[in-house]
């Protein structure tokens, strides 16, 4: 499959789960980042993993725990989460070279509802 | 930190009619402008971008224009049609030097064409 890809594309979990979410990109790419969509709200960067560079959103609650194994996967492992973390979960990936701010290209998401 | 508003926020246009957004920027340091579409059920997607040292791009039915000195840029529709439905979100790179894209995006504009 090419692009970036995204598992589950759906999940619904318990406040007491521990659950995680995986992306993986297929572009070559050097740079992998999390987003959260929810409703109405902009699209808020979470985690960004560069050149093994972890860069992190100080608002993010520490429940959301991001794991970069290699430059083609990301992981973001849930726990105790709340019904207020239920959105859309967006993983993105781009390349960081000589020519600066390249296009992110964005996975299918995974839809979180927490009950 | 780089603050990104985007208007308006819904927007009705009758097929053939152009549509407008616009989005205002607060960091003068910021020299990237991209802009998403992102339809119903589906990723975000690039669909134009620009740079700080232009203040046109243009590709086919759409356009990006920029002013730098009132840190605005817009994004232009042209002949519009059913397809171009979607939520369309700019932003701009907040990046203070590091190897990470930071983008800011801006709370989205949902475009309704109607035939």
């Known amino acids: 499959e090419t692009g970036v890809t995204q598992t589950p594309r759906h999940l619904v979990m318990g406040m007491t789960n521990k659950k995680s979410l995986k992306c993986e990109q297929h572009?070559?790419?050097?740079?992998m980042y999390w987003y959260k969509q929810s409703a109405k709200k902009p699209l808020e960067l979470m985690f960004v993993?560069?050149?093994?560079?972890?860069?992190e959103n100080n608002s993010v609650p520490s429940r959301f725990s991001p794991e970069c194994p290699n430059s083609s996967h990301l992981f973001l492992h849930l726990h105790t989460l709340q019904p207020e973390d239920s959105a859309l979960y967006l993983c993105?990936?781009?390349?960081?070279?000589?020519?600066?701010?390249?296009?992110?290209?964005f996975g299918p998401g995974t839809r979180l509802t927490v009950l | 930190g780089e603050n990104v508003e985007q208007h308006p926020s819904t927007l009705s246009v009758q097929e053939g009619d152009s549509a407008v957004i616009k989005c205002t920027y607060s960091?003068?340091?910021?020299?990237?402008f991209p802009w998403y579409k992102q339809e119903l059920g589906k990723r975000p997607q690039l669909i134009i971008d620009i740079r700080s040292n232009v203040g046109e791009k243009k590709d086919q039915r759409i356009a990006v224009t920029l002013n730098k000195t009132a840190k605005h840029f817009s994004l232009h529709i042209t002949e519009t049609q059913p397809e171009d439905s979607a939520v369309y979100f700019c932003?701009?790179?907040?990046?203070?030097?590091?190897?990470?894209?930071?983008?800011?995006f801006g709370t989205g504009t949902l475009l309704a064409v109607q035939p």
């Open positions: 960091d003068s340091a910021s020299n990237y």
């Open positions: 993105a990936s781009s390349h960081l070279g000589e020519a600066a701010y390249n296009e992110q290209f």
């Open positions: 932003a701009a790179i907040a990046d203070y030097g590091g190897a990470t894209n930071k983008l800011i």
């Open positions: 993993y560069s050149l093994e560079e972890r860069v």
């Open positions: 572009l070559g790419h050097n740079a």
